[in-house]
């Protein structure tokens, strides 16, 4: 059934928060981008006149699409060619979603993004929809026809998960720029002393080239074995060599509400390192040098 100009208005009003729960539950904004589109043939092939509440109808839709995409990305991934690493988005990004709280911030970053890969995609779904956008479980159970205690248990599994890999305290947004500004200085200059001092000792590094560019196929762990890491990845010759010619050069921005190093070659972004800054260090770094996910970050170089 053919589609008003009113109808199609209508669906765009709902398309931002669409796209926000989908980058959640998927880790991928051009995957984001095809299960909204889906939704919208879905809904406009339905019996719209019997759609009561159309944002709960769409969540719905949406969700369960994404789910059976997780349950396929499980597979792909299996055959991904090095480590995986969620999608980054540059600040402003309406993927980026709700911002308004703690819980929604922490849930976009990149840092609970790559622990969100390690739930079922039930767990995924109830977290994402309750943390991030404040479902009742009621509403929740209903799109994931799931009973509300069942909707309950999982979110309370799925929570401890989380907190449990992210036990450490985070700092306030002033102290984590200025270490990760310290991070980007040390790198720069090649100061090993100086990048163990700021990592944790059991800090783990993940990097994900796609099969594009080198990258560790296993997380390097340990302090001093990431800062030498860091010293023989950042040399000119090498970035050159596998992603083209250009100055080189970086600089701290914010990508998915938290700082991170972009690397620059002329004025295209060919690596993003994302953090999790933590009281005690830094515990983690995300390096994503795939280029197919590092498009959405360019116009902000």
């Not at 800090?203 to 890491?229: K, N, S, Y």
């Not at 002329?266 to 795939?290: C, E, H, W």
Request: hydrophobic fraction near 45%; charged fraction near 20%; proline fraction near 5%.
């Amino acid at each position: 059934m053919a589609l008003s100009s009113s109808e199609i208005d209508l669906f765009e009003r709902f398309r931002p928060r669409l796209e926000a729960i989908a980058y959640r539950l998927l880790g991928s904004a051009s995957d984001a981008e095809d299960a909204v589109q889906d939704t919208f043939l879905r809904w406009q092939a339905a019996d719209r006149e019997h759609i009561e509440t159309l944002g709960a109808w769409l969540t719905k839709v949406l969700t369960n699409l994404c789910l059976n995409q997780l349950t396929s990305a499980r597979a792909r991934r299996e055959t991904y060619v090095g480590q995986w690493l969620p999608e980054p988005l540059p600040a402003g990004d309406r993927m980026l979603g709700p911002a308004e709280t703690a819980e929604q911030r922490e849930s976009v970053s990149i840092a609970v993004l790559t622990l969100l890969e390690r739930l079922s995609p039930n767990e995924r779904a109830v977290y994402v929809l309750r943390e991030a956008f404040g479902y009742p479980h009621g509403e929740i159970a209903q799109i994931l026809d799931l009973t509300e205690a069942n909707c309950q248990q999982i979110h309370h599994r799925a929570k401890q998960r989380i907190a449990t890999d992210r036990a450490r305290t985070q700092p306030d947004a002033v102290t984590t720029r200025k270490i990760v500004e310290e991070f980007l200085a040390a790198t720069l200059s090649g100061d090993v002393d100086g990048l163990v001092q700021l990592l944790t000792t059991n800090a783990t590094g993940v990097a994900d080239g796609g099969g594009h560019v080198p990258a560790r196929a296993t997380p390097v762990t340990g302090a001093l074995t990431i800062a030498r890491f860091l010293r023989g990845a950042w040399q000119p010759a090498l970035v050159e060599r596998y992603v083209g010619t250009g100055a080189l050069s970086a600089r701290v921005a914010d990508v998915n509400g938290t700082p991170a190093v972009l690397a620059l070659v002329g004025d295209r972004v060919v690596g993003v390192i994302s953090m999790d800054v933590t009281t005690d260090g830094v515990a983690a770094l995300y390096i994503q040098a795939n280029p197919e996910k590092l498009r959405r970050l360019w116009p902000t170089s």
